[in-house]
């Protein structure tokens, strides 16, 4: 009898636990609004990984300017990647800046460091503004917000949109023009083919999962003349991925880069 009585007592144990683990399992996060995955997607990152670029050319022939951004780190440390297209050729430099507001280039034999702003004409805090302070995705304009279309697949949220709206997508090319460079001269031809265009469009997708941003990209189409087109965009992905991100050692022992001879 005990021995029934011992049995019986387990018995209800068990179904008192599968019972509990079942309403946990039932319980699930609420849905959100619209205004509410805008919002998680404004929370500040640590790091991730960011991609511009600058498209000009035809439907025949075209040139791709690139910077791809890994960034972490406490404070925030840039892996650069920046490669250009063009004739089939392409050209890669690679770089990191840190706040002390040095640039280290690798010249495949030696390291090399300079001034950030004396090279590229921005500054270690513009890198800071468009990565990880993009007005875009931290502070979305009202045109932007207002366009969004949602959709939802469990706790994964995606925000679409298409605007016209002239001076949003001049906001959202500015710090891609000022960033994407490597020189002063090239942010003027940036800002010269930007009078000579017309906007067109700018198309923008955000993804919310769990609650925090996942990936975000938004691309800027504009027309020069009849032929010749004019693309810029931004993208995020992989964030939260270089928390630790620091200089590699090499990179510490970098010699000043040699200055260029005038003709």
């Not at 075209?62 to 063009?86: C, D, I, R, S, W």
């Amino acid at each position: 009898m005990k021995f029934k009585k011992i049995i019986l007592g387990l018995s209800l144990v068990a179904a008192l636990i599968a019972g509990g683990c079942s309403k946990q399992k039932k319980q699930s996060q609420p849905i959100l609004t619209k205004t509410q995955v805008v919002q998680k997607a404004e929370k500040s990152f640590k790091s991730g990984q960011a991609k511009q670029i600058v498209t000009l050319g035809t439907d025949t022939a075209k040139q791709n300017v690139m910077t791809t951004a890994t960034f972490g780190g406490n404070p925030t440390v840039f892996h650069l990647n920046y490669q250009t297209e063009a004739k089939g050729k392409t050209q890669n430099s690679e770089q990191w800046a840190d706040n002390s507001g040095r640039l280290y280039l690798n010249g495949q034999s030696s390291w090399y460091q300079v001034d950030i702003e004396k090279l590229t004409g921005h500054t270690y805090a513009d890198l800071l503004d468009s990565f990880m302070n993009n007005k875009m995705l931290m502070d979305p304009p009202a045109a932007l917000t207002k366009a969004y279309k949602m959709s939802r697949n469990g706790n994964t949220y995606t925000l679409t949109a298409t605007i016209d709206d002239k001076k949003v997508m001049q906001e959202a090319v500015d710090p891609v023009f000022t960033t994407n460079t490597q020189s002063d001269q090239q942010l003027k031809v940036y800002h010269k083919l930007e009078k000579a265009s017309k906007f067109q469009n700018m198309k923008v997708k955000l993804v919310v999962k769990n609650g925090k941003m996942s990936s975000f990209r938004y691309l800027v189409n504009m027309q020069i003349g009849k032929l010749m087109k004019l693309n810029v965009g931004q993208s995020y992905g992989n964030m939260g991925s270089q928390d630790f991100l620091k200089l590699p050692s090499s990179a510490l022992n970098a010699k000043p880069l040699p200055k260029t001879t005038k003709k």
